[in-house]
């Protein structure tokens, strides 16, 4: 399995259009720190590659993989389609910039694709431009393409809505948000990623013992970091974001697997923009990385 990192930052990026926090301004003044929109590429065969979400900065992250550039042919490209986790705009405003293309083929629950077509309104803008292909994603692993050995499935983690969804009718609850599996029938190696935990359930704890690699949720560093940044009346649980450390923390979660584990979707609050900060010593003493833009994983 070849999985590229395209970004590793929470809505809004690092640095964020109108921030002059310490993390956006660091970002500003030294660029190796900047991240965009959490995001991975994985293959799924040869010359077939999948976005894991859809973020505002996709036509910068497409350039800066080479796996995603097109040719040889000029309209051909290796990007076979989009895998969505949620319905949040920084995983999902990035689709609308796949326009160019006869079809866009997009993988996702039935709530996550009812808040992008009825909120959204994404059938009804972009059809005049392309054809949306939309695949369910379920519980249970199907091929992510006939030819390749990758396998897909959601591991739902919570009913988490994104606040333009906040009045939609109901649907499955548990599919809003999920955590995605993929997995390599070839080596049987399997890769989890969940940029949105908002809780850490049962279902989800079994599927990260079984990973080889697990990477998550490292938006805020403690509960109160919105809070004591300026920019937030919630505490980070509150706005459905598990912290890494402190209460309710899940460094000691993933510290206690045998996977490779990793953190991303980092918010430009988080004190790990900083390369100097004391908390990268913490998760290192821990066995846990920070995931950066660019990283190729290879299971
Ligand atoms: C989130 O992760 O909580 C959302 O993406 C926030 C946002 O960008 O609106
Ligand atoms: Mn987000
Ligand atoms: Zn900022």
Known sequence: MRVRVLGTAAGGGVPQWNC??????????????????????VRAAEGRWYLVNATPDLGDQVEDCPELHPGPEPRHTPLAGVILTDAELDHTLGIARLREADRIRIVATAPVRHALLTGLRLGDVLTPYAALDWDDLGPGDRPLAEDGDLTIAAVPVSAKRPRYAAGLDGHDEGAWVVALRLTDRGTGRSLLYAPALAAWPDAFQRAAEEADCVIVDGTFWDDEEPLRSGFGSRTATAMGHLPIEGPGGTAPRLAALGARTLYTHLNNTNPLNDPAAPQHAVLA??????????????L
Request: aromatic content about 0%.
């Open 20 to 41: 002059a926090c310490p993390g956006c301004s660091g970002a500003r003044a030294h660029p190796e720190r900047r991240r965009r929109h959490a995001s991975l590429a």
């Open 285 to 298: 003493g821990r066995g846990i990385e920070v995931a950066a833009d660019g990283m190729v994983i290879e």
